[in-house]
């Protein structure tokens, strides 16, 4: 309301004073156009499979991304296995202190995945599938720090019996316990990789 008017549209009533259109009688607003709706983020959350960042990974994704990880650790395993054998064959001591060298190894390997998933959201195996991970929360990746934390709370999936591992097929976010305790999700239709020596790279 106003003494003069202020502007295209505005109209005077009985009492002398100026009022905004939208609240001239039988005013309607205005019902934006395509153009306009489309400019409104499409955020997805609540939809099965979806989340507010993007496509949710199902279960079989990401066992998939996993399997690769697995092959990938397997295979140096092999190489250390078959090392370990034919230094042992010269000295058994040293056979065994290689051995475990390469079992800390093993360990720190699975750990730098898990550095790698929470520094640039993916392991070598989720960058090739396509897959990232997120905090639900942000929608950005947690560090690598966190990333690291998360490998160490798989441990919760694994206790009960493996079952948490299994959760990503009916749970509507599609997370494991670790990913409900670190609050990650995996999305997917990501852009994929080339085999190579980036996808170990932070």
């Known amino acids: 309301m106003s003494d003069v008017s202020q502007g295209p549209g505005w109209w005077q009533a009985s009492d002398g004073k100026w009022y905004p259109p939208e609240q001239a009688p039988g005013y309607q607003a205005p019902v934006p156009g395509p153009e306009a709706v489309a400019s409104f983020p499409l ?3 609540g939809t099965p499979g979806m989340s507010q ?3 949710l990974a199902d279960w079989g994704q990401r066992a998939i991304g996993y399997l690769i990880d697995w092959g990938i650790v397997i295979a140096f395993f092999i190489v250390g296995f078959i090392i370990t054998l034919v230094i042992s064959a010269v000295s058994s001591t040293l056979g065994g202190l290689i051995g475990l060298l390469f079992y800390v190894v093993y360990i720190c390997l699975f750990l730098y995945f898990g550095f790698l998933v929470g520094a640039k959201g993916r392991s070598p195996g989720m960058a090739l599938t396509g897959l990232t991970c997120v ?3 942000t929608g950005q990746v947690i560090g690598g720090g966190m990333g690291i934390v998360r ?10 019996c493996y079952v948490g591992w299994l959760f990503p097929l009916w749970d509507p976010k599609r997370q494991t316990i670790a990913d ?3 609050k990650t999700i995996v999305l997917t239709d ?3 990789a080339a085999f190579g020596p980036d996808i170990f790279k932070p």
């Open 43 to 45: 955020t997805g959350a």
């Open 53 to 55: 960042y993007g496509p």
């Open 135 to 137: 905090s639900e929360e």
């Open 151 to 160: 490998t160490f709370a798989h441990i919760l999936d694994t206790l009960i």
């Open 180 to 182: 409900k305790v670190i």
């Open 190 to 192: 990501q852009p994929k």
